[in-house]
């Protein structure tokens, strides 16, 4: 297990990992740091299990390389991080919350190199607790918690309207088709913006209870899980986990657009290239689903008017707009013009890599 752990930590191109067992639990917690260079890193703190340790520490690196991405896409000054902690299965009640704690003070440890907030399998009262033994939570309004699940989804919203301006040439959702996959803390509300909107929706998730619910407030027809990818869709919006978008998987997509909220959508950089090879617009992941981060990261610095914090998300749009553009200009995946944005903000405002020169 030590091997593993050694092997892949010595693959990765990000500055520094921070391990943890928790004795208690059995659990291990993986903070990971990819890039440091426009502020001390934040991103969310992700509990899960996993088949072996080592499979939350590859998650943690990937995570964390994702948020370097996605801080410098949107233009916010933040270093790219992730936490992972990888749970047993059978974790109590009682347990988990010694656990959130004693992470808490593994935080406090870290001296402000990494701030948190929610992810899947934690929730914004794990922040309030987080936030008040170690001062490094982000998303709370005087030390009471906040939900960016609503701010996401609003963000994946403009980001479909941009994409369905691009693709079809209008940013009506009249008569189209949307498949949303997993409706938790980002997709339960985004099925609910389209419905409002117009759309036509495709609800799926592997508890089956979490798309019903979704369909008694919201209307659209609910789909079993292992038969989505028969289901014909003008936008498929992943909400749930990652690497959904792969060789196995791409050729089986009956859609035009892939836009959604998961983290880490792609299995690797070459399956945007499989996508656009299909005529799949593609928005990247750490863009479309930045809305929680901004809508978080301007709460952190003072920002208090709901019309203002809406707007700076809803500027998502405008930037998926733009990286479609170039992206079509250059006969490329929108990955690639993402990819590109986001370097141009690191060196403009974070300098060299370090160990550069």
């Not at 260079?37 to 703190?45: I, S």
């Not at 088949?51 to 801080?71: F, N, Q, Y």
Request: include cysteine; glycine fraction near 14%; charge should be negative.
């Amino acid at each position: 297990m030590t091997r593993g752990f050694l092997d892949v930590t010595e693959a990765w191109n990000g500055e520094s990992v921070v391990t943890a067992f928790d004795s208690a639990t059995g659990a291990w917690i993986f903070v990971a740091l990819h890039d440091t260079r426009l502020g001390p890193a934040a991103g969310g703190t992700r509990m899960a299990s996993y088949p072996a340790p080592v499979d939350g520490l590859i998650d943690a690196m990937r995570l964390a390389e994702g948020m370097t991405w996605k801080w410098a896409g949107v233009g916010v000054r933040f270093g790219g991080g992730k936490a992972v902690i990888a749970i047993p299965d059978d974790l109590g009640d009682e347990a988990r919350a010694g656990l959130v704690d004693r992470y808490a003070a593994h935080l406090v440890s870290l001296r402000g190199a990494f701030q948190t907030g929610v992810d899947m399998g934690t929730t914004p009262e794990d922040m309030a607790r987080i936030g008040a033994i170690s001062g490094y939570a982000v998303g709370l309004v005087d030390g009471k918690p906040g939900d960016p699940g609503p701010y996401t989804a609003r963000g994946v919203l403009a980001g479909i309207r941009a994409a369905l301006e691009h693709r079809f040439g209008e940013a009506d959702f009249g008569g189209r088709a949307v498949l949303v996959q997993g409706l938790g803390d980002v997709g339960f509300p985004l099925a609910g913006l389209l419905a409002e909107a117009g759309a036509t929706l495709h609800l799926t998730d592997l508890r089956e209870e979490a798309a019903r619910r979704a369909q008694t407030r919201f209307g659209g027809t609910v789909i079993p899980a292992d038969g989505m990818w028969e289901v014909d869709a003008d936008v498929y919006a992943p909400c749930a986990v990652g690497a959904t978008l792969n060789p196995d998987t791409i050729p089986r997509l009956r859609c035009g657009i892939v836009a959604g909220s998961a983290n880490n959508q792609l299995l690797s950089d070459a399956d945007a290239e499989r996508l656009r090879a299909r005529g799949i617009l593609y928005a990247p992941d750490y863009v479309i689903n930045a809305g929680g981060a901004v809508a978080f990261s301007a709460i952190h610095r003072g920002e208090r008017d709901e019309t203002r914090l809406r707007a700076r998300v809803d500027e998502i749009g405008s930037s998926l707009r733009e990286m479609f553009e170039e992206a079509a200009g250059a006969g490329e995946s929108p990955l690639h013009a993402a990819r590109r944005r986001a370097r141009r903000f690191l060196d403009a405002h974070g300098g060299p890599p370090p160990g550069a020169g």
